[in-house]
């Protein structure tokens, strides 16, 4: 306790004096400390107040995550990921912004991540990790429009017609439990080209030409 107290001190006194680089040097060997001392609180303090006067440390962003995941902080993991995404480019925020949709779906929040992915996704389409977790947002909501334009995305790059045909049957179903049963003709009448007579489509198809008013 009094090397922390001495710690916080100096780390105070830094502070106090703008040294930027002696409070720098403080700051994790008193997280350091005060971790081993059992007092994670008072290391994500410090780390706070760092990350507070010097918002682009993203390793001391990233120690702060560590502790309050390894005391199932999971609001204050996201946050902090959060944090992280907006701070960080290229693979970094990547690894970031998946970090926040797993520490977001721990604490019960899953679609705080949904604006991070979807940004992800714009720039790098073929992400395997981004498009699962996609998908999990969307389940989670119940968002059937996106989930049937995931579904369409998974047709065009499906390596064998039987998968193509499943995932197009798909995006008709959710595009009819979307409401929107236009979109729903094309990949329903695709899936009936690739499989004809296929059961479920043909029923989906069905019921997407009778909201249209289409039924001759």
Same mark, same amino acid.
Request: glycine share 4%; with cysteine.
């Given at each position: ?24 040097? =403080?700051?994790? *060997? /008193? @997280?350091?400390?005060?971790?081993? $001392?059992?007092?994670?609180?008072? #290391?994500?303090?410090? &780390? +706070? %107040? ?45 690894? =970031?912004?998946? *970090? /926040? @949709?797993?520490?977001?779906?721990? $604490?019960?929040?899953?679609?705080? #991540?949904?604006?991070? &992915? +979807? %940004? ?48 197009? *049957?798909? @995006? ?45």
């Amino acid at each position: 306790p009094l090397l922390l107290d001495a710690l916080e001190a100096l780390r105070e006194d830094a502070a106090g004096r703008d040294d930027r680089d002696a409070e720098r040097a =403080a700051t994790p *060997r /008193l @997280a350091q400390l005060a971790v081993a $001392a059992g007092d994670s609180a008072r #290391a994500c303090a410090a &780390l +706070e %107040a760092w990350a507070a006067r010097e918002p682009g440390d993203t390793e001391s962003l990233r120690t702060r995550a560590t502790l309050h995941a390894d005391a199932a902080r999971w609001d204050a993991v996201a946050a902090v990921y959060q944090r992280l995404a907006d701070a960080c480019e290229g693979e970094e925020k990547v690894d =970031a912004v998946l *970090r /926040l @949709a797993e520490a977001s779906e721990r $604490a019960e929040k899953l679609g705080a #991540a949904r604006e991070g &992915l +979807e %940004a992800i996704f714009r720039e790098q389409p073929e992400n395997a990790p981004v498009r699962a977790w996609r998908r999990r947002v969307y389940t989670a909501r119940d968002a059937h429009a996106e989930l049937a334009e995931l579904a369409l995305e998974d047709a065009r790059h499906a390596p064998a017609e039987a998968i193509r045909c499943d995932r197009l *049957r798909q @995006a008709g179903k959710l595009f009819v439990l979307a409401g929107r049963n236009e979109d729903a003709v094309a990949p329903l009448e695709s899936a009936l080209k690739l499989r004809a007579g296929d059961h479920e489509s043909t029923v989906a198809l069905t019921d997407a030409y009778i909201a249209l008013g289409n039924i001759d």
